[in-house]
Protein backbone atom coordinates (compact mmCIF):
# COMPACT_ATOMS: atom_id res chain seq x y z
CA UNK A 1 0.00 0.00 0.00
CA UNK A 2 1.74 3.48 -1.16
CA UNK A 3 1.33 5.92 1.81
CA UNK A 4 0.38 9.72 0.79
CA UNK A 5 2.63 12.58 1.72
CA UNK A 6 -0.39 14.15 3.50
CA UNK A 7 -0.47 10.70 5.38
CA UNK A 8 3.35 11.34 6.82
CA UNK A 9 3.08 14.82 7.08
CA UNK A 10 -0.21 13.84 9.71
CA UNK A 11 1.28 11.13 10.93
CA UNK A 12 5.11 13.67 11.93
CA UNK A 13 2.40 16.12 12.82
CA UNK A 14 0.48 13.55 15.60
CA UNK A 15 3.61 12.28 16.74
CA UNK A 16 5.42 15.83 17.64
CA UNK A 17 1.93 17.25 19.27
CA UNK A 18 2.31 13.38 21.19
CA UNK A 19 6.09 14.37 22.80
CA UNK A 20 5.12 17.83 23.30
CA UNK A 21 2.33 17.21 25.47
CA UNK A 22 4.13 14.46 27.33
CA UNK A 23 6.87 16.88 28.02
CA UNK A 24 5.33 19.86 28.83
CA UNK A 25 2.09 18.68 30.55
CA UNK A 26 2.19 15.01 31.19
CA UNK A 27 6.22 14.59 32.74
CA UNK A 28 6.82 14.66 36.24
CA UNK A 29 10.09 16.88 37.66
CA UNK A 30 12.34 15.28 39.06
CA UNK A 31 14.16 16.88 42.33
CA UNK A 32 17.50 18.45 41.65
CA UNK A 33 18.94 18.31 44.55
CA UNK A 34 18.22 17.84 48.36
CA UNK A 35 15.66 20.39 50.30
CA UNK A 36 15.40 20.14 54.56
CA UNK A 37 12.88 21.00 56.29
CA UNK A 38 14.17 20.66 60.09
CA UNK A 39 10.57 20.97 62.21
CA UNK A 40 12.69 20.74 65.53
CA UNK A 41 14.86 23.48 64.42
CA UNK A 42 11.41 25.46 63.24
CA UNK A 43 10.21 24.62 67.11
CA UNK A 44 13.23 25.60 68.79
CA UNK A 45 13.16 29.26 66.69
CA UNK A 46 9.47 29.58 67.43
CA UNK A 47 9.53 29.28 70.97
CA UNK A 48 13.24 29.38 72.32
CA UNK A 49 13.55 32.82 72.60
CA UNK A 50 10.69 33.30 75.14
CA UNK A 51 7.13 35.28 74.59
CA UNK A 52 4.05 34.74 74.13
CA UNK A 53 2.83 32.38 70.95
CA UNK A 54 -0.23 33.16 69.00
CA UNK A 55 -3.39 32.38 70.18
CA UNK A 56 -5.20 31.97 66.70
CA UNK A 57 -4.92 32.15 63.04
CA UNK A 58 -7.61 33.96 60.78
CA UNK A 59 -7.74 33.83 57.08
CA UNK A 60 -9.92 35.81 53.96
CA UNK A 61 -10.69 34.55 51.19
CA UNK A 62 -10.39 37.77 49.06
CA UNK A 63 -11.40 36.21 45.35
CA UNK A 64 -11.57 32.99 43.33
CA UNK A 65 -10.26 31.76 39.96
CA UNK A 66 -9.12 28.79 38.14
CA UNK A 67 -6.57 27.52 35.86
CA UNK A 68 -6.86 23.99 33.71
CA UNK A 69 -6.47 21.53 36.15
CA UNK A 70 -3.52 19.96 33.39
CA UNK A 71 -1.15 23.21 34.59
CA UNK A 72 -1.79 22.52 38.13
CA UNK A 73 -0.93 19.20 38.35
CA UNK A 74 0.98 16.98 36.10
CA UNK A 75 -0.72 14.91 33.62
CA UNK A 76 -4.20 15.14 35.00
CA UNK A 77 -6.52 16.27 32.77
CA UNK A 78 -7.99 20.03 31.27
CA UNK A 79 -11.05 20.12 33.39
CA UNK A 80 -10.99 23.69 34.98
CA UNK A 81 -9.03 23.63 38.87
CA UNK A 82 -11.08 25.94 40.99
CA UNK A 83 -8.39 27.95 43.51
CA UNK A 84 -8.52 30.93 45.90
CA UNK A 85 -7.02 34.20 46.70
CA UNK A 86 -6.14 34.01 50.80
CA UNK A 87 -4.44 36.10 53.58
CA UNK A 88 -3.71 35.01 56.77
CA UNK A 89 -3.79 36.93 59.85
CA UNK A 90 -1.59 35.70 62.85
CA UNK A 91 -3.05 36.89 65.93
CA UNK A 92 -1.56 36.81 70.14
CA UNK A 93 -3.47 37.84 73.28
CA UNK A 94 -3.73 41.31 73.35
CA UNK A 95 -4.26 42.17 69.79
CA UNK A 96 -0.70 41.80 68.36
CA UNK A 97 -1.08 40.39 64.89
CA UNK A 98 1.22 39.19 61.73
CA UNK A 99 0.03 39.54 58.46
CA UNK A 100 1.15 36.43 55.64
CA UNK A 101 0.34 37.06 52.42
CA UNK A 102 -2.20 40.14 50.92
CA UNK A 103 -3.91 38.47 48.03
CA UNK A 104 -4.84 40.71 45.55
CA UNK A 105 -7.12 44.02 44.33
CA UNK A 106 -10.38 43.14 43.43
CA UNK A 107 -9.83 45.65 40.07
CA UNK A 108 -6.52 43.39 40.05
CA UNK A 109 -8.35 39.83 40.79
CA UNK A 110 -11.35 40.60 38.32
CA UNK A 111 -8.74 40.13 35.17
CA UNK A 112 -7.18 36.20 36.27
CA UNK A 113 -9.77 33.34 34.58
CA UNK A 114 -12.78 32.38 36.09
CA UNK A 115 -12.27 35.53 38.53
CA UNK A 116 -14.80 36.24 41.15
CA UNK A 117 -13.40 38.75 43.45
CA UNK A 118 -14.38 39.82 47.80
CA UNK A 119 -14.30 43.16 47.74
CA UNK A 120 -15.18 43.48 51.89
CA UNK A 121 -12.74 40.62 52.74
CA UNK A 122 -10.27 43.04 50.75
CA UNK A 123 -11.38 45.74 52.74
CA UNK A 124 -10.87 43.45 56.44
CA UNK A 125 -7.54 42.59 55.19
CA UNK A 126 -6.37 46.22 54.42
CA UNK A 127 -8.27 47.52 57.63
CA UNK A 128 -5.86 44.59 59.48
CA UNK A 129 -2.90 45.10 57.74
CA UNK A 130 -3.26 49.01 59.01
CA UNK A 131 -3.30 47.26 63.04
CA UNK A 132 -0.53 44.28 62.11
CA UNK A 133 2.73 44.52 63.71
CA UNK A 134 4.18 43.02 60.16
CA UNK A 135 3.42 42.26 56.84
CA UNK A 136 5.22 39.16 55.38
CA UNK A 137 4.98 37.24 51.88
CA UNK A 138 5.53 33.43 50.99
CA UNK A 139 6.52 35.07 47.78
CA UNK A 140 7.03 37.99 45.27
CA UNK A 141 3.87 37.26 42.58
CA UNK A 142 1.34 39.91 42.54
CA UNK A 143 -1.54 38.16 44.02
CA UNK A 144 0.20 37.56 47.53
CA UNK A 145 1.96 41.14 47.40
CA UNK A 146 -1.19 43.01 45.13
CA UNK A 147 -3.02 43.97 48.79
CA UNK A 148 0.39 46.10 50.15
CA UNK A 149 1.31 47.20 45.94
CA UNK A 150 -2.65 48.93 46.12
CA UNK A 151 -2.81 49.66 49.74
CA UNK A 152 -5.08 52.91 50.07
CA UNK A 153 -2.83 53.69 53.10
CA UNK A 154 0.46 52.89 51.89
CA UNK A 155 2.52 55.21 54.13
CA UNK A 156 0.50 53.99 57.20
CA UNK A 157 1.62 50.30 56.66
CA UNK A 158 5.13 50.72 54.56
CA UNK A 159 6.58 50.14 57.91
CA UNK A 160 5.03 46.63 58.93
CA UNK A 161 5.95 45.26 55.48
CA UNK A 162 9.37 43.20 55.55
CA UNK A 163 9.92 41.63 52.06
CA UNK A 164 12.66 39.84 52.22
CA UNK A 165 16.13 41.04 49.74
CA UNK A 166 15.35 38.42 47.30
CA UNK A 167 11.98 39.14 47.07
CA UNK A 168 12.33 43.08 46.60
CA UNK A 169 15.18 42.68 44.44
CA UNK A 170 13.67 39.51 41.79
CA UNK A 171 12.57 39.47 38.98
CA UNK A 172 9.13 38.05 39.88
CA UNK A 173 8.31 40.96 41.50
CA UNK A 174 5.54 43.43 39.63
CA UNK A 175 7.02 46.59 40.18
CA UNK A 176 4.71 48.58 38.11
CA UNK A 177 2.37 47.38 40.18
CA UNK A 178 3.44 49.62 42.64
CA UNK A 179 2.80 53.74 43.02
CA UNK A 180 6.21 55.10 41.81
CA UNK A 181 8.49 55.42 44.41
CA UNK A 182 6.61 53.12 47.14
CA UNK A 183 9.09 50.08 46.93
CA UNK A 184 12.01 52.11 47.74
CA UNK A 185 10.11 52.86 51.32
CA UNK A 186 9.98 49.24 51.96
CA UNK A 187 12.88 47.99 54.08
CA UNK A 188 14.51 44.67 52.67
CA UNK A 189 14.59 41.74 55.06
CA UNK A 190 18.53 40.01 55.19
CA UNK A 191 18.85 36.87 56.64
CA UNK A 192 20.47 33.63 56.51
CA UNK A 193 19.20 30.25 58.03
CA UNK A 194 15.90 30.79 60.13
CA UNK A 195 14.24 33.96 60.91
CA UNK A 196 12.23 34.59 63.77
CA UNK A 197 9.72 37.31 63.34
CA UNK A 198 7.97 36.82 66.46
CA UNK A 199 7.20 34.36 69.12
CA UNK A 200 5.94 31.79 66.86
CA UNK A 201 6.36 32.99 63.96
CA UNK A 202 9.77 31.53 61.67
CA UNK A 203 11.13 31.83 58.61
CA UNK A 204 12.74 30.15 55.78
CA UNK A 205 13.93 30.65 52.33
CA UNK A 206 12.54 28.26 50.07
CA UNK A 207 13.48 29.50 46.25
CA UNK A 208 12.38 27.65 43.37
CA UNK A 209 9.13 28.70 42.89
CA UNK A 210 10.62 32.61 42.78
CA UNK A 211 13.57 33.27 44.01
CA UNK A 212 12.04 35.35 46.68
CA UNK A 213 10.32 32.22 47.83
CA UNK A 214 10.11 31.33 51.76
CA UNK A 215 8.10 29.11 54.23
CA UNK A 216 6.63 30.77 57.15
CA UNK A 217 6.30 28.14 60.30
CA UNK A 218 3.55 29.27 62.78
CA UNK A 219 3.11 27.50 66.17
CA UNK A 220 0.27 28.32 68.31
CA UNK A 221 0.53 28.23 72.41
CA UNK A 222 -1.95 24.89 71.91
CA UNK A 223 0.58 23.19 70.34
CA UNK A 224 -1.01 23.37 66.85
CA UNK A 225 1.89 23.50 64.32
CA UNK A 226 1.41 25.29 60.52
CA UNK A 227 3.68 25.37 57.38
CA UNK A 228 2.59 28.22 54.73
CA UNK A 229 4.44 27.31 51.77
CA UNK A 230 2.74 29.77 49.12
CA UNK A 231 2.88 28.00 45.49
CA UNK A 232 5.80 25.82 46.26
CA UNK A 233 2.33 23.71 45.50
CA UNK A 234 -0.90 25.21 44.37
CA UNK A 235 -3.13 21.75 45.93
CA UNK A 236 -2.68 19.40 48.44
CA UNK A 237 -3.11 16.87 45.57
CA UNK A 238 0.96 18.16 44.34
CA UNK A 239 2.33 16.97 47.68
CA UNK A 240 0.03 14.04 47.97
CA UNK A 241 1.06 12.42 44.52
CA UNK A 242 4.26 13.82 44.41
CA UNK A 243 3.35 15.66 41.34
CA UNK A 244 4.32 19.18 40.97
CA UNK A 245 2.71 21.67 38.04
CA UNK A 246 4.15 20.19 34.35
CA UNK A 247 6.51 21.68 31.95
CA UNK A 248 4.23 24.48 30.25
CA UNK A 249 3.40 26.18 33.64
CA UNK A 250 7.30 26.17 34.86
CA UNK A 251 8.04 27.91 31.19
CA UNK A 252 5.65 30.60 31.73
CA UNK A 253 6.82 31.38 35.60
CA UNK A 254 10.10 30.59 34.86
CA UNK A 255 10.74 28.64 38.29
CA UNK A 256 13.39 26.34 38.76
CA UNK A 257 11.29 22.93 38.39
CA UNK A 258 14.03 20.62 39.74
CA UNK A 259 14.41 23.13 43.23
CA UNK A 260 10.17 23.08 43.74
CA UNK A 261 10.53 18.99 42.94
CA UNK A 262 12.79 18.59 45.71
CA UNK A 263 10.72 21.18 48.25
CA UNK A 264 7.91 19.20 47.73
CA UNK A 265 9.06 16.06 48.26
CA UNK A 266 10.28 17.45 51.69
CA UNK A 267 6.93 18.45 52.42
CA UNK A 268 5.20 15.37 51.99
CA UNK A 269 8.35 14.10 54.19
CA UNK A 270 7.00 16.33 57.21
CA UNK A 271 5.23 14.89 60.09
CA UNK A 272 1.99 14.71 60.50
CA UNK A 273 0.87 17.31 62.95
CA UNK A 274 2.41 19.72 60.91
CA UNK A 275 -0.20 21.53 58.84
CA UNK A 276 0.78 22.05 55.26
CA UNK A 277 -1.05 25.16 54.04
CA UNK A 278 -0.84 25.87 50.46
CA UNK A 279 -1.82 29.14 48.96
CA UNK A 280 -4.60 28.35 46.39
CA UNK A 281 -6.56 25.06 47.08
CA UNK A 282 -10.49 25.64 48.01
CA UNK A 283 -10.48 22.05 49.31
CA UNK A 284 -8.54 22.44 51.81
CA UNK A 285 -9.34 25.69 53.22
CA UNK A 286 -13.31 24.26 53.62
CA UNK A 287 -12.07 21.47 55.55
CA UNK A 288 -9.42 23.16 58.16
CA UNK A 289 -11.75 25.88 58.65
CA UNK A 290 -14.21 23.26 59.59
CA UNK A 291 -11.68 21.47 61.63
CA UNK A 292 -10.99 24.64 63.66
CA UNK A 293 -7.74 25.10 62.42
CA UNK A 294 -8.82 28.43 61.27
CA UNK A 295 -10.87 31.25 62.21
CA UNK A 296 -12.87 32.52 58.92
CA UNK A 297 -12.33 36.41 58.28
CA UNK A 298 -10.21 38.71 60.25
CA UNK A 299 -11.67 40.22 63.48
CA UNK A 300 -11.81 43.58 64.90
CA UNK A 301 -11.62 41.86 68.61
CA UNK A 302 -8.63 39.80 70.43
CA UNK A 303 -9.19 35.91 71.19
Known amino acids: MRIKRWQVVLLVVVAVLLLAKRALLDTVAEPSRDYLIDVAALHQAAVGGGGELPATIEVEKVGEFAFPRTLVVAGDGFRMHPMVLLSHRVVWPGGRSV ?12 KMPGSKPFPDAYQRMQTAML ?11 EDHVGGVAKAPNFD ?71 LFVGDIAWTEDNIRLQRGRPGIATLLMKED ?47
Open 99 to 110: IIDTAMSPEEGA
Open 131 to 141: GADAILFTHEH
Open 156 to 226: AIAGKVQMTREQWNGPKLAREAFPPGALEKLKQLDYTGLHTVAPGVVLQKAPGHTPGTQLVYVELATGTRY
Open 257 to 303: RGAVAAEVRALAGLPGDVHVVVAHDPVALKRDVAAGLFRLGFSTSTP
